[in-house]
Each structure stands twice: as structure tokens, then as C-alpha cells.
């Protein structure tokens, strides 16, 4: 079992930066894959950015819509997850969740995720 607890999240204006963390508890996650996804109101949890591997092997995937402004990075010491959020826009506000998919293999897809965090609110201002 892993348990996933993210922080960091709030209230940031149009063009600032975060950084989502997203540590574990339990076994480690560091042979997962782990990704973070975000839900507005209203809208599908939508996939945003995932890493698989370690080392000189890890691979990140993006969302098009997050390309160039964010970024995941995993430090395993610390058995946590970041998510580095750069140029923020209104359109990123959501809830943010970060998730083990529970093998080293990743997806873009929700329903592949095996442990999941309870979210934290990320709100863009104009």
C-alpha cells in the first residue's frame, strides 16, 4: 500500500510559478510511475504530467496544454513527487491530484492509477 499526500497548492496570479508536492507513505513509490492530474469544476479529471523510471532512464510525459511550463521530478530519498508549475494561467485552476499507477508503467488515463492522493486546490487569478 501507498499513501499519497499532496501540498502546496493555492492561490497564485496569472504568469506565477508553484511547486506541488506529492509524498508517500507506505511502501515506496519509487519504482512507480506517478503522475498528477487535475479536475476543474464541472469538467473530467484530465491528465497533466507523468514520470516513469529512474535514473538515467525516467521519462516525462506532458499534457500539450502544460508543455514548456511544467515539469515532474521525483526525489527518491525523500519518497516524494513535485510538480514544478510555471507560467500559470486562469485555465490551470483545478484541483490537483498526484497518483501511483502501482508499476513502473505509466498511462495518461485515471482508470490505470492504483493510489491517489485526496488533492489540493490550485486557483490562477486574471
Known amino acids: 500500500q501507498v499513501q499519497l499526500v499532496e501540498s502546496g497548492g493555492g492561490l497564485v496570479q496569472a504568469g506565477g510559478s508553484l511547486r506541488l508536492s506529492c509524498a508517500a507513505s507506505g511502501r515506496s513509490f519509487s519504482t512507480y510511475a506517478v503522475g498528477w492530474f487535475r479536475q476543474a469544476p464541472g469538467k473530467e479529471r484530465e491528465f497533466v504530467i507523468r514520470i516513469t523510471g529512474t535514473g538515467t532512464g525516467i521519462t516525462i510525459n506532458y499534457a500539450n496544454s502544460v508543455k514548456g511550463r511544467f515539469t515532474i521530478s521525483r526525489d527518491n530519498a525523500k519518497n516524494t513527487v513535485y510538480l514544478q508549475m510555471n507560467s500559470l494561467k486562469p485555465e490551470d485552476t483545478a484541483v490537483y491530484y498526484c497518483?501511483?499507477?502501482?508499476?513502473?508503467?505509466?498511462?495518461?488515463?485515471?482508470?490505470?492509477?492504483?493510489?491517489w492522493g485526496q488533492g489540493t486546490q490550485v486557483t490562477v487569478s486574471s
Open positions: 497518483a501511483a499507477a502501482g508499476t513502473p508503467y505509466g498511462t495518461s488515463r485515471p482508470v490505470d492509477y492504483t493510489y
